[in-house]
């Protein structure tokens, strides 16, 4: 599985997006890109994931490049709740098994 | 469904104790996974398991056993409890595609467990 690389942090003011950036210059033409939050204390939610073009759900946005070595999550309207560490995971589609969990970036939503 | 379930929520052992930590799910995945989280890492992966009677090692197995004799039931063993093994362990599932990407994995609410 290709390497990512994230910030350890960042900051966001409340009702303003949030954009998570996530670098993987070696991904592999046939591996994933998904979005992972961790609340405080809670399990991992997973929220997206992406191949090529641009995904969107009731939770976030995310945007690949077109040369796939970078990635942006978008969170459009963040809250307080949102405040989380947030894991960028590359992975080969279809599969089994391990998530790889690096260390993420940790979001804090200020009011 | 109440998705993935871990018991306890919170453990203390002595060094050298042995212990179970259950995990269950009722969405019929047949992919669970035990993962372990140190403060200010992230996720590492103990043991897997891709269905009943079949499971294999993660990236941290040592000190830790275990079985599935059951779709629902994924436990994880600590033989001779140690002070290194202080973590919140964390259950996963998910269901394996045959031809589409990976699905998503549902992770249980962790157990945190203290080695005095």
């Known amino acids: 599985d290709a390497k990512t690389t994230q910030p350890p942090s960042m900051d966001c003011a409340e009702g303003r997006a949030a954009n998570l950036p996530c670098n993987h210059s070696t991904i592999s033409g046939n591996e994933y890109v998904y979005w992972y939050r961790q609340i405080h204390s809670q399990g991992p939610q997973y929220i997206i994931h992406?191949?090529?073009n641009n995904e969107t759900n009731e939770m976030a946005s995310l945007i690949i490049t077109e040369d796939r070595k970078s990635s942006t999550l978008i969170l459009p309207h963040a809250t307080l709740r949102d405040t989380a560490v947030y894991y960028c995971?590359?992975?080969?589609?279809?599969?089994?098994?391990?998530?790889?969990f690096g260390k993420g970036t940790k979001l804090s939503v200020k009011p | 469904n109440a998705g993935v379930t871990q018991t306890p929520k919170f453990q203390v052992l002595k060094t050298g104790q042995s212990m179970t930590l259950q995990c269950a799910q009722d969405m019929n995945h047949e992919y669970m996974s035990w993962y372990r989280q140190d403060p200010g890492m992230g996720l590492r992966l103990i043991h897997y398991s891709v269905g009943a009677g079949i499971t294999d090692q993660g990236e941290v197995p040592n000190g830790y056993n275990v079985s599935r004799s059951t779709t629902e039931d994924f436990p994880l063993r600590l033989l001779s409890a140690a002070p290194s093994q202080t973590s919140v362990y964390f259950c996963?599932?998910?269901?394996?595609?045959?031809?589409?990407?990976?699905?998503?994995?549902?992770f249980g609410p962790g157990t945190r467990l203290l080695v005095l």
């Open positions: 996963a599932s998910s269901s394996t595609p045959v031809s589409s990407p990976w699905e998503t994995q549902y």
């Open positions: 992406g191949l090529k």
């Open positions: 995971i590359v992975r080969i589609g279809g599969s089994q098994g391990n998530l790889i």
